[in-house]
């Protein structure tokens, strides 16, 4: 193995570590070529230190890209502990303002720019249905069109800011009632059905597209990560897209149930990806691993195409020096909103959270309505309001919330309306945002 080669290797791989502080290791794979870094909601103790960290990285080697999924909504890594200041995807999606889609994008981004962050991955671009669920909220919703014109949108806001925007998931993981977080789920229908979002996304100048841990069925049994049909033939011929195509995580069990990450990632990158993220779970010899295997198995030339995709976009990020407007993300999701019924409550209102396991994507929320409409060490023997995520996917949630003289909110998508409780609100995610807007209504 030349060192050329082992450059070209390192440049097409996406490594994460817990903690504010980088790694000796980490440091070496950023100033010896690597890609870049994958930062999630544990890098980030606090903004100040993300900072810091960013700049340490950024000192190794100024091009590095560093990666983040900050989606608003429920995926947030900035403000994980008390919520997204900007609304979910479906919020924007059924208010159906390009302009303001476009501008809660560029607010996301200037905030991710402003602690050196260079790569958002988002949007979401899947068409969403009822049962996913994985998905849900983080997607604009179930409409082709109108996913495919907030997509590009989102796309816009984002790059305008300097901060590279990435389409997910390719070929789309909205057509899905698996989460490949955990299994290999089978995409269902035609897979031409959610192509129109990721057409927007390129026609939108998108630098990069991620990757679906799915099984195209007309297309083959491998996942869509792995498979050179849908990533070359689809993705790169007929759609024309001629950016970076990043693969999911690595540990993701749709495909680490394959084998050792090494040989997924060579799987991955002869497939027609340009770069893979090694999730929290795989350390610094599982790296290493993957760079000398790709550096060993994958063709040169295939190789170096990748790397000078990802070298491409390393020099074209430049987030521009602004601050954020998290008064466009209040104001989506005041417009968002739906209420139905009698709504109105007097004094503090007592409140009961029906919570589901959060999917993987999204994580457990520390943040919660109740704690922003109620005021602090009450108790709650009983409810006012029931506040309910996607309850069509849980019987024992409808149950318990549908109650005479109650108020129901449901922070996912409101395809279940309750018959005896007296209100019904529709927030569309569950962003800080979104709860301050209840919060509001509720009065």
Request: charged content about 20%; some cysteine.
């Amino acid at each position: 193995m030349t060192s050329e080669r082992a450059r070209l290797a390192r440049a097409c791989v996406l490594p994460s570590f817990p903690g504010a502080t980088a790694p000796d290791w980490i440091r070496r794979f950023v100033s010896g070529g690597g890609g870049g870094v994958m930062l999630f909601a544990t890098n980030v103790p606090s903004r100040g230190e993300l900072e810091a960290l960013c700049g340490s990285l950024r000192a190794e080697r100024e091009t590095v890209l560093l990666a983040i999924d900050e989606e608003g909504g429920d995926v947030t890594r900035l403000e994980w502990q008390t919520g997204s200041s900007y609304p979910a995807g479906a919020a924007l999606g059924v208010i159906d303002d390009t302009a303001l889609t476009e501008s809660v994008a560029g607010a996301i981004a200037a905030e991710l720019g402003s602690v050196g962050v260079n790569w958002n991955l988002a949007p979401v671009a899947d068409v969403n249905v009822p049962g996913n669920p994985v998905i849900g909220a983080r997607a604009f919703g179930d409409d082709p069109a109108t996913v495919a014109r907030h997509t590009a949108a989102f796309v816009r806001g984002t790059q305008a800011a300097g901060v590279a925007a990435c389409a997910k998931h390719f070929p789309g993981h909205g057509a899905t009632t698996q989460d490949s977080h955990l299994e290999l789920p089978t995409l269902e229908g035609r897979v031409a059905a959610g192509l129109e979002p990721f057409r927007a996304a390129i026609a939108a100048g998108v630098r990069s597209i991620m990757t679906a841990h799915v099984r195209v069925p007309e297309l083959g049994e491998l996942p869509a990560t792995l498979n050179p049909r849908v990533l070359i033939d689809l993705l790169r011929e007929e759609l024309g897209f001629g950016g970076v195509i990043v693969a999911d995580a690595l540990d993701m069990r749709a495909v680490a149930a394959r084998g050792a990450p090494a040989g997924v990632a060579v799987e991955a990158l002869r497939a027609g990806c340009d770069a893979v993220i090694v999730g929290p779970t795989f350390g610094e010899r599982d790296v290493e691993a993957i760079c000398a295997a790709l550096a060993e198995r994958v063709p040169e030339g295939q190789l170096r195409t990748a790397a000078g995709r990802m070298l491409e976009l390393g020099s074209w990020v430049a987030p521009v020096d602004a601050r954020g407007d998290r008064s466009v993300g209040l104001e989506a999701a005041r417009r968002a909103l739906s209420a139905v019924g009698d709504t109105s409550l007097t004094g503090s209102p007592r409140v009961v959270e029906l919570r589901a396991t959060a999917n993987i994507a999204a994580g457990e929320a520390a943040h919660s309505l109740g704690a922003v409409i109620v005021r602090e060490g009450e108790t709650v023997p009983e409810a006012d309001v029931f506040v309910v995520r996607d309850a069509h996917r849980h019987a024992w949630m409808r149950a318990a919330a549908d109650v005479p003289g109650a108020v129901v909110v449901e922070t996912g998508i409101p395809v279940w309306h309750p018959s005896a409780a007296r209100g019904h609100i529709a927030t569309y995610g569950g962003s800080r945002a979104s709860y301050d807007a209840v919060a509001e209504l509720l009065g």
